[in-house]
């Protein structure tokens, strides 16, 4: 029986979203792949007399909840860079971080009321269950900026300098270095990934299993909070570090960086190894020893069809 002779079976049928703007379906589109449909879910909203905005993606598996907020803004032309900056970096990144924040404040208190639609008549179909061993990860997708960064470097790969420096005060634009980013929230709390245009699509693709997603943040954050400076010309150059840490075997290669040496008091990432990955050998080979479980991905997605179709007992 293929899926035009499918009939229904039961009333089990999830109605998603596919995104609203263009960046959204695309994001909708990666999600779908990455996570696999029944565990990702786009365009949620709390659920209450005022319903509103949840977030633009949320993964729920075991113990870990992603959710993502996705911003396109255009980058201002005023003539002074700094100002065009931070008008951008709050209307980007700054919203998208306070959405995180209140979507996952929302979760942790009202994880049974969240809807799949904007009138609230559509409950989100899964259990949320949230307990001392949940993970959160919050994620900003911060689109618009990348010809700016390019032309204002004059190279690159128009990815944003990742730190972990204190927040940026967007009331002191004399402080505010354009295009690097460091922590959103002072101390880091909630501890917020930025991907750019240049970077989210390739974390997405790269890290194509939940596991695998998950690991990456989780090693990502973890050197961000081990205590020493970190430097990345973008987040492209961690994604590089962390696959070649995968293909010799080391999962754990971020983190691992501030245990390699002794008294390591900065992490300086250098650009380049995201370019030259491809062409590596050992690339090519792990990237080969992926291919069946490729299989495995495309047998529990026509499956998860039949289960949210209401087409399976």
Same mark, same amino acid.
């Given at each position: 029986m293929n899926y035009e002779q499918a009939e229904h079976t039961n009333n089990f049928v999830i109605t998603k979203s596919n995104g609203i703007t263009a960046s959204e379906q695309k994001l909708c589109r990666l999600g779908n792949q990455t996570f696999l449909s029944l565990w990702s879910y786009p365009n949620l909203f709390q659920k209450h007399k005022l319903v509103k905005e949840l977030c633009d993606l949320l993964v729920v598996f075991e113990n870990h909840i992603i959710i993502f907020s996705d911003k396109d803004c255009a980058f201002g032309?005023? &003539?002074?860079?700094? *100002? $065009?900056?931070?008008?951008w970096y709050k209307k980007a990144i700054l919203n998208s971080a306070n959405q995180l924040r209140g979507a996952m404040s929302w979760?942790?208190?009202?994880p049974d009321r969240i809807c799949m639609d904007e009138k609230g008549e559509v409950d989100f179909p899964l259990t949320i269950?949230? *307990?001392k061993n949940t993970k959160f990860h919050l994620i900003a997708i911060a689109h618009g900026a990348s010809d700016a960064c390019k032309a204002f470097w004059g190279n690159g $790969?128009?990815?944003?300098?990742?730190?972990n420096d204190p927040p940026i005060d967007i009331k002191n634009r004399e402080n505010c270095n354009p295009f690097q980013i460091g922590y959103i929230f002072p101390d880091g709390e909630p501890f917020i990934h930025v991907f750019d245009d240049s970077s989210y699509s390739n974390v997405l693709q790269e890290m194509d299993t939940i596991q695998d997603f998950v690991d990456y943040l989780s090693d990502k954050?973890?050197?961000?909070?081990?205590?020493?400076s970190v430097i990345a010309p973008s987040e492209n150059e961690l994604l590089a570090h962390h696959v070649f840490g995968l293909i010799e075997g080391r999962k754990t290669e971020l983190f691992d960086l501030t245990t390699q040496y002794n008294d390591v008091s900065t992490v300086t990432f250098?650009? &380049?190894?995201?370019?030259?990955?491809?062409l590596l050998p050992q690339y090519t080979a792990w990237k080969k020893q992926l291919?069946?479980?490729?299989?495995? $991905?495309?047998?529990?997605?026509? *499956?998860?069809?039949?289960?949210?179709?209401?087409?399976?007992?």
């Open positions: 032309n005023s &003539g002074d860079i700094k *100002t $065009d900056w931070i008008r979760i942790k208190k009202c269950e949230v *307990t $790969d128009g990815g944003l300098i990742i730190t954050e973890k050197l961000f909070r081990s205590g020493v250098e650009e &380049g190894l995201w370019e030259d990955l491809p291919e069946p479980s490729y299989f495995w $991905d495309s047998l529990l997605q026509k *499956t998860f069809y039949f289960i949210e179709n209401g087409l399976s007992i």
